[in-house]
């Protein structure tokens, strides 16, 4: 059992950066490939980012690649998603997930994942 709780949304203008954290619980965190999605009211949750359970690989939606970096440690039981040069179509709540899968793939399909956190706002202004 995992249980992830994010933090670092907030309100910010386009062009603008900021970084969300996703804290897990437990001790086999490095066993976990790791996840960020994102939702906006009336559509699916998107795949935004995914990183396997060592950081060596990771895999990025075609919108965001070049303005978002995931990246974990594992030390720290946390993954992070930095987002620069936000624009107002990233406003959306954005969710870590956790996989226990020790292989070396990024996990991109949102069935995959087992345990959600309950998510952070991220709202960018034009």
């Known amino acids: 059992q995992v249980q992830l709780v994010e933090s670092g949304g907030g309100l910010v203008q386009a062009g603008g950066s900021l970084r969300l954290s996703c804290a897990a619980s437990?001790?086999?965190?490095?066993?976990?490939?790791m996840g960020w999605f994102r939702q906006v009211p009336g559509k699916e949750r998107e795949f935004v980012a995914g990183?396997?359970?060592?950081?060596?690989?990771?895999y990025y939606v075609d919108s965001v690649k070049g303005r978002f970096t995931i990246s974990r440690d594992n030390a720290k039981n946390t993954v992070y998603l930095q987002m620069n040069s936000l624009k107002p179509e990233d406003t959306a709540v954005y969710h870590c997930?956790?996989?226990?899968?020790?292989?070396?793939?990024?996990?991109?399909?949102?069935?995959?994942?087992?345990?959600w956190g309950q998510g952070t706002q991220v709202t960018v202004s034009s």
């Open positions: 997930a956790a996989r226990l899968d020790t292989s070396p793939r990024v996990v991109v399909g949102r069935e995959e994942y087992a345990w």
């Open positions: 437990g001790r086999t965190f490095s066993s976990y490939a």
């Open positions: 990183i396997n359970w060592s950081g060596r690989s990771t």
